[in-house]
């Protein structure tokens, strides 16, 4: 199983790009990388999902490198509502037999 | 996308009842559903892994005699909380990935059980 690591928590203003870095130093060559968001006492949300290079969708950018061991998240012109938690998971797409979750990113949108 | 409903979105016991949570996929099949558990303010851990029509897989430490685990049909599994107690106060999450496997995982509400 890929491990990520997250940074524990961020800070951002409104308005602001944010990107949230995530190491899965050990990805298998079939995983993909997707990022999920999650509000309290809520269930996680998808948010973007990648393989390599970039992917951009209506709400965020995903960034990865050649070796596909990181990826970042890009959020752009951040708001109060995007303050959430931020998880990345690494997983075979033909299936998720086992995902598990890392410590997740604390994004909070300062005003 | 497709949408994963849990039931009930909270529930109060007492201890040492037991207490059924459900969930279930709305427009697909789900071939596989997990189930999580979150205590504030930390990550989802993941409890077991159940596929349609078999056993469910514990993860190491996760009771299976306590949380009692059903995945009967490619739309619902239920996650039975056993003798429940204080302790047992959480936050549960289902996941579901469905039969076309896109490798998104699909996430229901939660259900947040306190136990009395």
């Known amino acids: 199983l890929a491990k990520t690591t997250q940074p524990i928590s961020m800070d951002s203003y409104e308005g602001q790009e944010v990107n949230i870095t995530c190491s899965h130093n050990n990805i298998a060559t079939n995983d993909y990388i997707t990022w999920y968001q999650q509000f309290p006492s809520q269930g996680p949300r998808f948010i973007i999902q990648?393989?390599?290079t970039k992917v951009t969708n209506e709400v965020a950018s995903l960034f990865i490198p050649a070796d596909r061991k990181s990826s970042t998240l890009s959020l752009p012109r951040v708001s109060l509502s995007d303050t959430a938690v931020y998880y990345c998971?690494?997983?075979?797409?033909?299936?998720?037999?086992?995902?598990?979750f890392g410590t997740g990113t604390k994004l909070q949108v300062i005003p | 996308g497709a949408v994963v409903s849990q039931h009930p979105s909270w529930v109060i016991c007492k201890s040492g009842t037991s207490v059924k949570i459900e969930c279930r996929s709305l427009?697909?099949?789900?071939?596989?559903m997990f189930w999580y558990r979150q205590f504030p303010k930390q990550s989802l851990m993941l409890m077991a892994t159940?596929?349609?029509?078999?056993?469910?897989?514990?993860e190491q430490g996760v009771e299976k005699d306590k949380f009692l685990i059903n995945h009967a049909s490619l739309t619902l599994s239920t996650l039975t909380v056993t003798s429940a107690h204080p302790e047992d106060s959480s936050f549960y999450i289902c996941s579901a990935t469905g039969v076309a496997n896109t490798g998104e995982l699909f996430f229901g509400e939660g259900s947040r059980l306190t136990v009395l």
């Open positions: 159940s596929n349609e029509g078999s056993k469910a897989t514990y």
């Open positions: 427009d697909f099949q789900a071939t596989t």
């Open positions: 998971l690494v997983g075979y797409s033909g299936g998720y037999q086992k995902v598990t």
């Open positions: 990648g393989y390599k």
